[in-house]
């Protein structure tokens, strides 16, 4: 672990990746304070100040009614932040499992687990999630279940794979004579060497899940207005270009900054860790 | 020869278990729909008659079961049921809308496969040195953006701040293009309008180089992974002992074998093209499926987003399997697997 | 005059830690048509060397040299890059430890054959190539050349490959061959036979050889002189019958000793290190 860190810090992109992961995080837990107009979060309007390019009161300019954007911007990373971990928190163990359970039980229960997850992973990601909020309510909770139904098959297939090849090494054979519960060989004895590769994944993943709560609520399925959200401030913005370019630009920005940020700590992680497939 | 049939034979085989599956889950998601389905559908405007009909018609009184039974046999003759947004049976509705989805997705892959790769492999040879850092940042910024993102600013700055490309949609208006394969890139050259086709190729660039942007830069990353593997066997070295011009050595010797493991994910990126076009449709005004996709789905229209659904998902199931069968192709090793070692 | 003469060369690698000194200074000399092996356990730096003399080596970063490799009367040190490339598979050629991967898996032996022609006739066209390719394909004893050159190298046995990788080395008539363990990844009997060939090929062309092996037996089949090296300088050398009547070094003995023999009761352990394998250079008076 320290290993890591410091190959880490060695790597000028893996620290950028940081420091844009700490300034989105810090800038979503501190939007109360850092925000200029913590109130212009919610459905307010002034519209004395709508539609100002960016100045020295609104450093990203206002949107159509006048609502400060980098404000928004804030309050809408701790919705994208929030779903990310909640998201991650859940389709990873359940991922994670059943690619233990498949990959090390195997039988019935390979072909049953892996065959689901085919089914799951032959539906273009961005369309299931699309289908599953079309007919769910577009609330946050729905945006969670979409998402997490889409996420979970991409842990069970490389859990899978992994168990797959760590089941017929020695320890676990070990680990088999001495009589050791299945329980015990797929958490205790395989679980950690997927370790590396999941924690890669969960780094990359944490970027992608917010852009693809982005891309939900860009279509207009993700969170409802007033709540800020990243995704319909673009879609939004799009509709009043160019001359109002700050609208769409800035949100665009702040949804490529952070998942770039994570993009870089994962990729610099997969560097170390070798955990590439 | 015979291996790729059997392979292919094989795959076809479990991918129609797959969409079986699939339309099982799409039939499940569509009928969870709180509330009553014909309600939601119809909105509450809708007299109680009207209700009724629709239940009728989905046959919404009848068992789960019993639904997808019906479905899967209309299904069978061809028949995905009607929409209630365009009021026409669905599968008319997708003929119309999926060529132009089609022909998006099918030039932003061949930009994928045109820069990814070649950038790919500049990267692996140039390994550590600046070319490759440029690369990787290049590469990791083009999937950190959805593609809507990167729809909009190409937009901003190609369309409307240097004026090069059209803003929205798939033709200028004044070209009035006779229908014969919806691909307008074909139909307006065999109409023989050269204005037209430039006009239909002008429009085409922006949404489909935004849609291959992430492509592009996964591409690019697996492509100088593979290719780094390559670069260790003692095959590459005895290349370079042998005094093989290092380009060749990248561009034949390294590439051709790093190839192989790459398609596989490739292809998994090229279906991927499917989802997110939904994203530059709706940026671009592009009248293809995608943008029917969402219609359907913000109006509750059952039939039309399951048919929708399962169309997209074949498709992604089938370039799945040709990618399948291509890296059979290209790999010798399972070609030429019934030849087996000779002495 | 002698093909090749290596005198007093140094390597180290410069790594985020500090630099490390492999090769501390050795020398050897090659005359025409001898055959010279070089001997010592893995990590000795003795694949360093036949690296360093093609060139492969400099091109990699954190790579310093000192010293001078003289091939027909130039330095190689001091060659422009270009120059030294060009000297690679015309009139240097290289044989590998494992010759199924050293071929490219994904092509057909035909046309990586033909790339190796293309290196001293770059205009040879593909019948011709394929011709010539047939030739030398039948002087390392493949008789069914055509349908070799249209096999793929997995479709062939190792001792096949072996010979393919023979045929490649001696298409265009080097001056110099290295060949670094060859063949050790075959069986023994193949190996054999394989390196029968090549002296025998070797020996008609009057071609130099710069033989590398960690295998006493099979040098003392193949090579007129050895040198010993030991941790990247070279302890014995000497004409290879007196080395081996006579091994007068401390490490030069413990590796006669670890040889593995059929009569034998195992193997002896070589000492992880001793203060005596570290004594200076032994050499052995020439034979006339």
């Known amino acids: 672990m320290r290993r890591t860190a410091r190959i880490l810090a060695a790597n000028p992109l893996s620290l950028l990746g940081v420091l844009l992961v700490s300034l989105v995080i810090v800038g979503a837990v501190f939007a109360p304070v850092l925000a200029p107009f913590p109130d212009h979060r919610g459905a307010v309007v002034d519209f004395t100040n709508f539609n100002k390019p960016p100045s020295a009161t609104h450093v990203m300019g206002t949107d159509v009614v006048g609502r400060d954007l980098f404000t928004r911007i804030l309050y809408a990373y701790r919705i994208s932040l929030l779903l990310a971990v909640v998201v991650l928190a859940i389709a990873v163990?359940?991922?994670?499992?059943l690619g233990l359970m498949a990959g090390y039980l195997g039988g019935w229960w390979e072909y049953a687990i892996m065959r689901l997850t085919d089914v799951f992973l032959?539906?273009?990601?961005?369309?299931?999630?699309?289908?599953?909020?079309?007919?769910?309510?577009?609330?946050l909770v729905n945006g969670m279940i979409a998402v997490t139904a889409m996420w979970w098959p991409w842990y069970t297939r490389l859990v899978y794979n992994i168990a797959r090849g760590e089941k017929v090494e020695g320890y676990v054979l070990a680990a088999e004579v001495i009589g050791a519960s299945r329980i015990h060989v797929m958490f205790r004895e395989i679980l950690p060497n997927c370790i590396p590769a999941v924690l890669t994944k969960m780094t990359l993943d944490a970027g992608f899940v917010i852009l693809i709560v982005s891309s939900l609520s860009f279509l207009g399925l993700g969170v409802q207005p007033p709540t800020p959200d990243l995704g319909s401030m673009v879609a939004e913005g799009a509709r009043y270009l160019p001359d109002s370019w700050w609208l769409a630009v800035f949100p665009g920005l702040a949804i490529l900054v952070a998942v770039f940020g994570f993009n870089l700590i994962g990729d610099g992680l997969r560097d170390v860790l070798g955990a590439d497939r | 020869m015979i291996p790729v049939l059997r392979l292919a034979a094989k795959r076809i085989g479990t991918s129609l278990l797959v969409l079986f599956g699939v339309s099982v889950l799409i039939f499940c998601i569509a009928r969870v729909i709180p509330g009553d389905p014909a309600r939601v559908a119809l909105g509450p405007n809708a007299t109680a008659e009207q209700v009724a009909n629709l239940r009728a018609q989905l046959r919404l009184d009848e068992p789960l079961v019993a639904q997808y039974g019906h479905f899967l046999a209309d299904l069978a003759r061809g028949d995905l049921g009607r929409s209630l947004y365009t009021n026409?049976?669905?599968?008319?509705?997708?003929?119309?809308?999926?060529?132009?989805?089609l022909e998006l997705i099918l030039v932003a892959g061949i930009m994928m496969i045109a820069f990814g790769l070649p950038l790919g492999i500049l990267a692996a040879r140039f390994r550590g040195r600046w070319p490759d850092h440029l690369i990787r940042v290049l590469s990791l910024l083009g999937v950190s953006a959805p593609s809507f993102v990167w729809a909009v600013g190409l937009m901003l700055v190609f369309s409307y701040y240097l004026g090069w490309f059209p803003i929205a949609g798939r033709i200028a208006s004044q070209f009035e293009i006779g229908r014969v394969t919806g691909f307008l890139l074909i139909d307006t050259l065999l109409a023989g309008n050269g204005a037209a086709f430039r006009s239909a190729a002008a429009h085409l660039v922006l949404p489909a180089f935004a849609l291959a942007l992430s492509g592009i830069g996964q591409a690019a990353r697996l492509t100088r992974a593979n290719m780094i593997e390559t670069y260790e066997t003692p095959y590459i070295e005895m290349a370079r002992a042998y005094g093989f011009p290092e380009r060749r050595v990248a561009n034949r010797y390294a590439f051709r074998p790093s190839l192989i493991p790459s398609l596989t994910i490739i292809g998994l990126d090229l279906a991927a093209l499917l989802g997110n076009a939904f994203l530059v449709e709706a940026v671009f005004g592009w009248p293809g499926l995608s943008r029917y996709g969402v219609q359907v789905i913000l109006r509750k229209?059952?039939?039309?987003?399951?048919?929708?659904?399962?169309i997209i998902s074949a498709m992604f199931i089938l370039v799945n399997i040709i990618v399948d069968v291509l890296t059979v192709l290209l790999n010798p090793r399972i070609r030429h697997a019934q030849r087996g070692a000779t002495p | 005059m002698n093909t090749l003469e290596i005198r007093d060369l140094r390597l180290s690698f410069r790594l985020p830690v500090g630099t490390v000194e492999v090769l501390h200074g050795i020398s050897l000399r090659i005359a025409r048509g001898e055959r010279v092996a070089l001997v010592g356990e893995s990590g000795s730096g003795k694949s360093v060397t036949a690296r360093i003399i093609l060139g492969l080596l400099q091109e990699q970063r954190g790579v310093r040299l000192?010293?001078?490799?003289?091939?027909?009367?130039?330095?190689?040190?001091?060659?422009p890059p270009r120059e030294r490339r060009a000297v690679r598979g015309?009139?240097?050629?290289?044989?590998?430890?494992?010759p199924t991967s050293s071929l490219n898996p994904v092509f057909r032996i035909a046309p990586q054959f033909r790339e190796v022609l293309a290196r001293a006739t770059p205009d040879l066209s593909e019948k011709a190539a394929r011709a010539r390719a047939a030739e030398l394909l039948d002087e390392v004893a493949i008789p069914d050349a055509a349908r070799v050159?249209?096999?793929?190298?997995?479709?062939?046995?190792?001792?096949?490959?072996?010979?393919?990788?023979?045929?490649?080395?001696?298409?265009?008539?080097p001056a110099l061959l290295l060949a670094d363990e060859p063949g050790t990844a075959l069986d023994v009997t193949i190996q054999a036979q394989t390196l029968d060939l090549m002296r025998k090929l070797v020996v008609d062309h009057g071609t130099s050889v710069l033989f590398i092996s960690h295998n006493l037996g099979?040098?003392?089949e193949f090579a007129d002189r050895t040198y010993v090296i030991y941790r990247g300088r070279i302890v014995e050398a000497g004409p290879t019958e007196a080395i081996f009547h006579d091994p007068r070094h401390a490490y030069t003995r413990a590796l006669m000793a670890a040889q593995p023999r059929i009569t034998g009761g195992g193997l002896p352990d070589i000492p992880e290190r001793s203060d005596d394998f570290l004594a200076p250079l032994i050499e052995h008076e020439a034979a006339p």
């Open chain 1, 122 to 139: 032959s539906i273009p990601p961005l369309v299931l999630a699309i289908s599953i909020m079309g007919v769910l309510a577009p609330t």
């Open chain 2, 88 to 101: 026409r049976p669905v599968t008319t509705d997708i003929a119309e809308f999926l060529p132009a989805t």
């Open chain 3, 66 to 79: 000192a010293g001078d490799i003289v091939f027909q009367g130039r330095n190689l040190l001091r060659l």
């Open chain 1, 93 to 97: 163990p359940i991922g994670v499992t």
């Open chain 3, 90 to 98: 015309t009139r240097i050629s290289m044989i590998f430890q494992d």
């Open chain 3, 149 to 173: 050159l249209d096999s793929y190298p997995f479709q062939l046995s190792g001792g096949m490959n072996q010979r393919i990788m023979i045929a490649m080395a001696l298409a265009n008539r």
């Open chain 2, 301 to 310: 229209d059952l039939n039309a987003i399951v048919g929708t659904v399962l």
């Open chain 3, 218 to 220: 099979v040098v003392r």
